[in-house]
C-alpha cells in the first residue's frame, strides 16, 4: 500500500513526458550526458564528420608554410636604437616636452614626451622609451612610445583565470588550455601561412576546423553530444566562409582601411581583401561554438526530460531555444562591432556628408559586412545544429537496441 502513491506519481510523470523515473536511472539532474546510444546513430554521425576531418588533415598539409616562403622580418626598432623602461620621476615641463625620468638601473634621464600624451604621463608611471641617438638634437635621445602595460596585463590575466576557475572549476581550467590550444595553432600555423601567401579562405577554414577541435573537446569533453556540436560548428563555418567571400566580392572591399593592412601590401604584398575573408571566418569562431554547444546540448536535455518525445517535437522545442539565443547573440555582435569602431564612428559623426556617402566608405562597411555575415553563420548554425542532434540524440528505441547489443557484447 506504501508504495503505490510512488506508482502512480511515476505513471503520471511518464504521461507527461516528464521523465522523472527515466531521469532517475540516468543519473538524475544530468541525464541527457548518460544516454545510451546505438550503433546506428554513432555511424551516421561519424560518416558526416570525418570527411571534414579528413579534408582539414590534408588541408593542413598542402597549406603548412615552408620557411623559405616567409618574407623577412621587418625590424621594429631602427638601426643602432634600443628600447628600455623608465620611471618617471616628475610631471612633463610643457614647454619643453622632457620629463624627468630613472632607466631600471637608477640612472637619470630625461625623456621627450609627444604632446598628444603630456597631460596623461604623471610622476611614478612606468615608461617604454626608445633611445634614439639621433634624436639627441630635440633635447633627450630618449623617446616616450608608450607607457609599459606588462605588470597590469599580467595582473588581469591572473585574475581572469582565478575567476574562470573559482567558477567554472575542472571546466573553467579546460577551456582556458583549449583557447590557450587555439592560440599557438593561429601562431603557429594561420599567420606564417597567410604570410607566405597562401590562400585565406582555405586557410581560415582549416584554422577554424582545427581550434574547434581543440576547443571542443578540450573544454567539453569527448562525447557525442561534443561531436554533433563539432559537426555543427564545422557547415556553419563553411557556410560562413562561402557568405564571406560572397559578401566581399559583391562589395568590392579591399581592405585597405586600416594602417596595419596598408603595411602589409607594402612590405609583403598580400591581397588584402583575403586578408579580409579570413578575418570573418575566424571572428566567427567563438559564436558559432556557443550557439552549437548550446543546441546541442538542449537536445540532450529535452530528450531526458521528455524520453517519449518524438524527433520533429525534439527539434521544435530546441529551436524556440535558439530563437531566443539568436535574438540575443546578434545584438551582442552588433554591439562588439560598434564598440570596437567607436572611434571611427564618432569622426563620421563630425563630418558633414550625405548619409549614402557616409556609409558606404570602406571602413564602415567593413564593419557592417562584418556583423552582417557573422550574424547569417549564427542563425544559419542554430537549425543546421539543432537538427544533426534532433536525429542523432538517442530516444527510447535506441536505447534499448544498444542495451541489447551491450549485453551481446558481453555475454
Given amino acids: ?35 545510451v546510444l546505438g550503433v546506428r546513430p554513432r555511424l551516421m554521425l561519424w560518416l558526416a564528420l570525418v570527411p571534414l576531418l579528413l579534408t582539414t588533415l590534408v588541408g593542413l598539409f598542402m597549406l603548412w608554410p615552408s620557411a623559405d616562403a616567409l618574407p623577412d622580418r621587418v625590424p621594429y626598432f631602427g638601426e643602432g636604437v634600443s628600447s628600455t623602461h623608465a620611471t618617471a620621476s616628475a610631471v612633463p615641463d610643457p614647454e619643453t616636452s622632457l620629463v624627468e625620468a630613472r632607466l631600471d638601473d637608477g640612472t637619470a634621464i630625461q625623456v621627450v614626451v609627444p604632446p598628444e600624451a603630456l597631460a596623461e604621463v604623471g610622476e611614478g608611471d612606468r615608461l617604454r622609451v626608445f633611445d634614439v641617438p639621433e634624436a639627441a638634437g630635440y633635447g633627450s635621445s630618449f623617446i616616450f612610445i608608450d607607457f609599459a602595460r606588462e605588470i597590469p596585463l599580467a595582473l588581469l590575466a591572473l585574475v581572469f583565470v582565478a575567476v574562470v576557475v573559482l567558477v567554472a572549476r575542472w571546466r573553467g581550467l579546460a577551456a582556458i588550455a583549449g583557447l590557450a590550444g587555439a592560440f599557438v595553432a593561429i601562431v603557429g600555423f594561420t599567420l606564417p601561412a597567410l604570410l607566405a601567401g597562401q590562400p585565406a579562405l582555405p586557410v581560415a577554414l582549416v584554422t577554424a576546423s582545427v581550434v574547434m577541435c581543440i576547443v571542443l573537446y578540450v573544454a567539453h569533453g569527448f562525447s557525442t553530444r561534443t561531436t554533433t556540436a563539432l559537426l555543427g560548428t564545422l557547415i556553419g563555418l563553411l557556410l560562413t566562409g562561402a557568405i564571406a567571400w560572397a559578401a566581399t566580392a559583391s562589395t568590392r572591399i579591399l581592405g585597405t582601411s586600416s594602417e596595419e593592412s596598408m603595411v602589409l601590401f607594402q612590405q609583403v604584398g598580400l591581397d588584402l581583401s583575403d586578408v579580409f575573408i579570413c578575418g570573418l571566418v575566424l571572428a566567427g569562431m567563438g559564436v558559432l561554438n556557443d550557439v552549437t554547444i548550446t543546441q546541442a546540448s538542449a537536445v540532450w536535455e529535452l530528450r531526458a526530460a ?84 534532433a536525429l542523432i540524440v538517442p530516444g527510447p528505441s535506441d536505447e534499448r537496441v544498444a542495451a541489447t547489443e551491450t549485453a551481446a557484447a558481453t555475454a
Fill in 306 to 389: 521528455a524520453p517519449g518525445a518524438s524527433r520533429r517535437d525534439l527539434f521544435g522545442r530546441a529551436m524556440r531555444i535558439g530563437r531566443d539565443h539568436i535574438a540575443s547573440t546578434v545584438y551582442t555582435i552588433a554591439f562588439a562591432y560598434v564598440g570596437a569602431a567607436l572611434p571611427m564612428l564618432l569622426v563620421l559623426t563630425m563630418m558633414e556628408a550625405p548619409f549614402d556617402v557616409l556609409a558606404t566608405t570602406g571602413e564602415v562597411v567593413e564593419e557592417i559586412v562584418r556583423t552582417l555575415v557573422g550574424s547569417i553563420g549564427l542563425v544559419l548554425a542554430i537549425p543546421v545544429t539543432t537538427a544533426i542532434a
Fill in 1 to 35: 500500500m506504501i508504495a503505490r502513491p510512488a506508482v502512480r506519481e511515476r505513471q503520471e510523470s511518464r504521461r507527461l513526458g516528464g521523465g522523472g523515473g527515466h531521469a532517475h536511472a540516468h543519473g538524475g539532474s544530468h541525464g541527457g550526458d548518460s544516454l
